[in-house]
């Protein structure tokens, strides 16, 4: 079965500081990974895509399937990265485009 | 944004009573979901639908039913709400059925269920 676990339901540090928002998967096939963004008043957007090996807005992934990890790490943290971030995965032999728990960045002054 | 339209955006309803939440869209994506939000338990996903008339359960289906008699169109119902179905309900499209496709996502809506 697809599962995203996101341990840590809240991630409080200030402007400036590194960042790691953690997510485990558990899926016996080769999953694509995501992470998906939602600010204060505004829809679910993507924010990158392990596929895409891409940096979005200071923020990276990398997915280790030794540790069956795609964390997303931001080395300076800025406030308005404040934001739901959600973990998600999706498998080359299903359609099921699962999520985790979620994890809210609030990034102080 | 992607053209997906929620409706209603709220809804206050009673226990027993049916209900119905429509998705639409505008990409003519075959792929469409349906999740509730609930705190601590994130995103969690109901139905889904891969083209007409094409569904399948996802994590938290029981009292639930979807259908989709067109491409734009997916439809939620709950047959009896309870209060346990008060949640955010939010839509989801795709253009395909490959891993790696991001998907694109209505603004919710919130039904409370008294």
């Known amino acids: 079965a697809q599962r995203v676990t996101q341990p840590e339901k809240l991630l409080s540090v200030f402007k400036g500081a590194p960042v790691e928002l953690k997510c485990n998967y558990s899926?016996?096939?080769?999953?694509?990974l995501f992470w998906y963004v939602q600010y204060s008043r505004q829809r679910l957007q993507l924010l990158l895509r392990?596929?895409s090996r891409e940096s979005i807005k200071g923020f990276t992934a990398d997915l280790n399937k030794g540790e069956t990890s795609f964390h997303l790490k931001k080395p300076f943290a800025q406030e308005e990265d404040s934001a739901m971030y959600y973990c998600?995965?999706?498998?080359?032999?299903?359609?099921?485009?699962?999520f985790g728990t979620g994890t809210r960045l609030q990034v102080f002054p | 944004d992607a053209g997906i339209t929620q409706s209603p955006r709220h809804k206050v309803t009673e226990t027993g009573t049916p209900v119905t939440l429509r998705c639409h869209q505008t990409?003519?994506?075959?792929?469409m979901y349906w999740y509730r939000q609930d705190p601590g338990h994130g995103l969690r996903l109901i139905h889904y639908?891969?083209?007409?008339?094409?569904?399948d359960k996802g994590e938290v289906s029981d009292g639930y039913s979807v259908s989709r008699s067109k491409t734009e169109d997916f439809l939620l119902t709950l047959e009896s709400a309870t209060s346990s179905q008060t949640s955010v309900y939010f839509c989801?499209?795709?253009?395909?059925?490959?891993?790696?496709?991001?998907?694109?996502f209505g603004q919710g809506t919130r039904l409370t269920v008294v």
């Open positions: 989801a499209i795709s253009d395909t059925g490959r891993a790696d496709t991001e998907a694109f």
């Open positions: 990409e003519n994506h075959r792929y």
């Open positions: 899926y016996s096939g080769s999953p694509e």
């Open positions: 392990h596929i």
């Open positions: 998600a995965l999706r498998s080359y032999n299903t359609d099921k485009l699962i």
């Open positions: 639908s891969y083209g007409v008339k094409d569904t």
